[in-house]
């Protein structure tokens, strides 16, 4: 191969080539519809990589011929080349856990009577309020590195088991402090609305008070989150309350989110949808007439099944509808302590296919450039294109199919972000791990 370079041309800092195809998810906006299913598949195909940024997708015959030697050659020995996966729905950062709950689950307890009893969320929170942002920062980081090796480079990051001003704010700060560690991103998202804390048992207005006058403008002046959520359901809010506190974090520039129809019909929904909210998460009970409102809104439909897969259910988000309707459908872990305890996408894709009734291909736009764009970044990740973030995974299988056929595997043998290569055979003592080489990689 030719690598002398042409007059005027930078070479590339690395290259990544020996691909059986890859995956550029690339396009005009996010996929909805019949469009859901096309990756836009570059056969053979190579990526260039400049600093941060990916500079070109294409055969990898042309792409060796640019700009003369790179830095480095990244061989991808074979397999699949695709984004950076992207989760737009997680509750990373916590205190304890609750597999006690999962054992009674396994004997019968439902989810809700957990709750009533003062389990749940509760028992979450009752642990996260002892911990400090640095016992906080502790514990999350192992998790997000699980999960990063499992190819999710962009998290969205909830806060929602403080139910205090203090606590609420000291999960943010651990957001922070974790994003700003790296090598992932985290989008923060305040959900002071998650559940109703025990010292407010009677007084359900002056913890909506608490919300919308302590809590958002305190979020919003220091920063500490993009989006506001509410968990919108019988049990938890109502929808005039979830409108209330959607519509106070819109006040103060927090665009919404929602908890929605998870348990019940619970309308949330059809709010998140007239508020204009980015995503409306969970839906198991949406309704037909809302499915339809949500296949001409601008507002993503993130699923959840591994919720619905461990809290034993047996109504999943009915995800071949949303398409069907032209929906923005999208994955996500819905990682946290009691109702969803998985660090892996992998599992999340294989129940979309197999319980929600996405294709393959549809699933694989559901966890990279929908998922970016129910986190609002759709213009920066979520596909393989020229300008965009170098955030990429590279997967030891030669088609998309067989990600779901050899299922319960990891597939991913490599992760780059922001260019970066980082090993996956190990966790990182520091929080900026140093460039890894292919060579030791695969070695």
């Known amino acids: 191969m030719n690598l002398s370079p042409r007059p ?3 070479p590339p800092d690395l290259i990544v080539y020996n691909t059986s195809l890859v995956l550029t998810c690339a396009g005009k906006g996010p996929r909805r519809g019949a469009e859901q299913e096309e990756l836009h598949v570059v056969p053979d195909g190579a990526v ?48 304890g856990n609750r597999a006690d709950e999962f054992l009674l689950r396994l004997g019968g307890a439902s989810y809700e009577e957990l709750h009533a009893k003062g389990g749940g969320i509760q028992a979450t929170v009752d642990a996260t309020r002892k911990m400090r942002v640095a016992d906080l920062v502790e514990s999350a980081r192992g998790r997000l590195w699980s999960m990063f090796f499992a190819g999710v480079t962009t998290f969205e990051a909830k806060s929602g088991y403080g139910l205090s001003v203090a606590s609420e704010m000291a999960q943010l700060q651990a957001i922070r402090e974790l994003n700003a560690e790296g090598p992932w991103d985290l989008v923060p998202t305040f959900l002071g609305a998650h559940s109703l804390p025990r010292e407010f048992a009677d007084d359900r207005e002056g913890y909506v008070d608490l919300v919308c006058e302590k809590m958002i403008p305190k979020v919003a002046a220091l920063g500490l989150a993009e989006y506001c959520d509410v968990f919108c359901e019988e049990g938890a809010f109502s929808v005039e309350e979830s409108r209330r506190v959607l519509e ?3 006040v103060h520039g927090l665009e919404p989110k929602v908890h929605a129809d998870e ?43 591994a919720t619905t897969f461990f809290l034993f259910g047996d109504r999943y988000a009915p995800g071949r509808r949303l398409v ?24 999340v894709i294989e129940l979309g296919v197999m ?31 020229p300008g965009k973030q170098a955030d990429l995974v590279i997967l030891n299988v030669t088609s998309p199919e067989k990600l ?40």
């Open 48 to 95: 260039a990589i400049n600093g941060d940024r990916i500079e070109v997708v294409g055969p990898v015959a042309e792409i060796m011929q640019m700009g003369g030697a790179p830095t480095t050659l990244g061989d991808a020995r074979g397999g699949i080349v695709m984004p950076g996966m992207v989760d737009p729905h997680t509750h990373p950062v916590y205190g």
């Open 404 to 443: 779901i056929y050899a299922w319960g595997v990891n597939h991913v043998v490599a992760v780059i972000k922001r260019g970066m290569l980082v090993d996956r055979r190990r966790q990182p003592d520091v929080t900026r791990p140093k460039k890894q080489r292919f060579s030791d990689l695969f070695s």
């Open 324 to 347: 069907d309707a032209g929906a923005i459908v999208a994955l996500a872990s819905d990682h946290n302590p009691g109702s969803s305890h998985t660090l892996s996408m992998g599992r």
């Open 8 to 10: 005027g041309e930078r």
């Open 355 to 385: 319980r929600c009734g996405l294709t393959v291909r549809e699933a694989l736009n559901a966890v990279t450039i929908n998922a970016a764009y129910a986190v609002g970044r759709e213009k920066e990740l979520g596909s393989i294109e």
């Open 263 to 305: 348990l019940s019909p619970s309308g949330g929904t059809r709010l998140g949808v007239e508020l204009g909210a980015r995503s409306v998460d969970h839906l198991p009970y949406v309704s037909d007439e809302d499915i339809e409102l949500l296949g001409k809104s601008k507002t993503a439909a993130v699923l959840l099944p």
């Open 248 to 250: 106070a974090g819109q």
